[in-house]
């Protein structure tokens, strides 16, 4: 077996390959991966397990960015991870998984996040479960009662207005101190945003992008970075309760929306989790953000085989964080443990779940510093 890059010459193999692993792919959908991966291919990002001239398994690391306390740092998702029938229990998708973890990390990415089909191949390579996208279903009804702003003017956008896009990303996520949340790059943004099938609207500080489906409304993304912009978009949305009878959104568990309906007595939400895994602890815990009122020292241990292991003095102040290595003594755990707690996972959680041993004069600070409700608006 060889693992390499793989290059345009193996994208029919790669998509005979997804075919085989995720069933048919229409025309359409084919061409649209075409046009996504190309730049993939370029930066190194699609991994290939070969037998002879064969191709048995494949792996893409998607570029995005992704807040964590309203702080922005590179992370590598995972996507597309295909291994042959034929091919599998033969640990070919374990060993793809090693050579993402290694790749990801040469790109500079400090972390990397996935949704799994399995969760045991990933958990060996050091992913552990950490938030969900949050898939909620809404009456349209109820959203045509939220009162829109006349002062929030909303435009036509399309792939043009990606930089626009992630630059309110960016303001909003900021501001909400977000912890999960990715965007795509502008690639990519440009991609999306010329699907003809979907309907996309921006304003000052915030965005939407809905499509029909079924005779009711998906929203794939609303962002709102002001009360009076979160009601021009969901009022908006709304305005079609006379056609669709229900809205599916992938929102954060405190979105706005939740508070402006007039009626709310049961949610109706899907979760569709995702594992998280930390590849550099040095440059992961410098580009997170923390609570600027908290401020501290720990000293841990975290064991990462692939990655190599090693005790940190973890200090925060101000609103960052470092780790530099410590010969100090401190609570133990793996990587899957040390991502879940950046997570926002609590040190009592680690411990009843065999994740987390050791000293526990530091679980409380450790559980102020990494608080977070991790979720994800987008799929990948």
Do not use: C
């Amino acid at each position: 077996m060889e693992i390499r890059d793989l290059t345009p010459d193996d994208l029919d193999d790669v998509l005979d390959l997804r075919k085989r692993s995720f069933g048919p792919i229409s025309a359409s959908d084919a061409e649209r991966w075409r046009k996504a991966v190309g730049r993939t291919l370029d930066e190194g990002r699609y991994l290939g397990v070969f037998d002879g001239a064969r191709l048995a398994a494949s792996a893409r690391l998607r570029r995005f960015t992704q807040w964590w306390h309203g702080r922005p740092q590179p992370m590598a998702g995972v996507a597309g991870v295909t291994v042959n029938p034929e091919d599998r229990g033969r640990g070919v998708g374990t060993a793809i998984m090693r050579a993402v973890v290694d790749r990801a990390a040469a790109l500079g990415d400090g972390v990397s996040a996935l949704y799994p089909a399995t969760t045991p191949l990933y958990r060996a390579v050091g992913y552990e479960h950490a938030g969900a996208q949050h898939v909620v279903t809404l009456p349209t009804a109820a959203l045509r009662e939220i009162r829109p702003s006349a002062q929030v003017k909303l435009r036509r956008m399309g792939a043009a207005d990606a930089a626009e896009v992630i630059a309110v990303l960016h303001r909003v996520h900021a501001a909400t101190r977000a912890s999960g949340p990715v965007s795509w790059d502008e690639h990519t943004w440009g991609v999306w945003l010329a699907d003809e099938d979907d309907f996309l609207y921006l304003a000052d500080d915030g965005f939407v992008v809905y499509r029909w489906q079924d005779g009711d409304i998906v929203v794939d993304n609303l962002v709102a970075g002001s009360e009076e912009t979160a009601r021009a978009l969901w009022s908006m949305v709304g305005s079609a309760s006379t056609v669709a009878g229900k809205v599916t959104a992938a929102l954060a568990p405190d979105d706005p929306v939740l508070w402006l309906l007039r009626e709310r007595s049961k949610d109706v939400v899907e979760q569709r989790r995702w594992m998280f895994r930390v590849l550099d602890v040095p440059a992961a815990v410098e580009r997170r953000g923390y609570p600027a009122v908290v401020s501290g020292e720990a000293v841990v241990t975290v064991d990462d085989p692939l990655r190599g292991g090693g005790t940190w003095r973890l200090a925060f102040s101000g609103g960052s964080g470092a780790a530099v290595p410590s010969t100090g003594d401190g609570p133990a755990m793996t990587v899957n443990g040390f991502s879940a707690l950046y997570a926002g996972v609590p040190t009592s959680t680690l411990r009843l779940s065999g994740l987390l041993t050791g000293d526990d004069r530091h679980d409380e600070l450790l559980d102020a510093v990494f608080a977070a409700r991790p979720h994800m608006l987008d799929y990948f």
